[in-house]
């Protein structure tokens, strides 16, 4: 797992965001970076290029397509891509971090606020950090890690098959 740096941290705590030190990654080190819900003036995560919008998913507990920058509907969050929830963003029911398979590499999702629906899953090469936010339920699978540092999960959580949490 990458590290942030301290300057990602200081800017997170003065913007009112919980940030661990040892949890999200430099943006710069994924080839596509979404931005869900208000971004905080100065916040690292507002990185030139990066996708932006209020909510992602499709709401359908069945996989529809990758989340792209043109398609913040689909239900999977791809390879070399990070995905930031801020307050005032949602990602919506039986969104993935992660392919269903094993193929995935180099995924994160940081919850700094804002809200998730059920059956988010973090699958194989992704890593969800939790800071802040309330979150439906969350379960890792198939080589996937979340961790919590703050905010609210459902009961229905944990671990599954080689995930970690």
């Known amino acids: 797992m990458k590290h942030a740096s ?3 941290v200081a800017i997170l705590a003065v913007a009112g965001i919980a940030a661990p030190a040892a949890a999200q990654s430099d943006p710069r ?3 596509t970076v979404y931005n869900i819900g208000t971004v905080p003036p100065g916040s690292p995560f507002a990185v030139p290029g990066a996708a932006t919008g209020v909510q992602v998913g499709d709401g359908d ?11 913040l509907a689909g239900d999977v969050l791809g390879s070399n891509s990070q995905l930031n ?8 029911l039986g969104f993935n971090a992660g392919p269903l ?34 979150l439906g339920s969350v379960t890792a699978v198939q080589g996937g890690t979340v961790n919590i540092f703050g905010g609210s999960v459902g009961n229905n959580s ?8």
Request: hydrophobic content about 35%.
């Open 6 to 8: 301290e300057a990602v």
């Open 29 to 31: 080190l994924f080839g």
């Open 61 to 71: 507990s069945f996989v529809t397509g990758s989340l792209t920058p043109t398609f």
């Open 85 to 92: 929830l801020f307050p005032g963003g949602t990602i919506r």
């Open 101 to 134: 398979d094993t193929t995935g590499s180099n995924i994160e999702a940081n919850i700094f606020g804002g809200s998730v629906g059920d059956q988010f899953i973090a699958f194989s090469g992704s890593t969800v950090n939790i800071s802040g936010g309330s």
């Open 158 to 165: 944990g671990a599954g098959a080689n995930g970690t949490v």
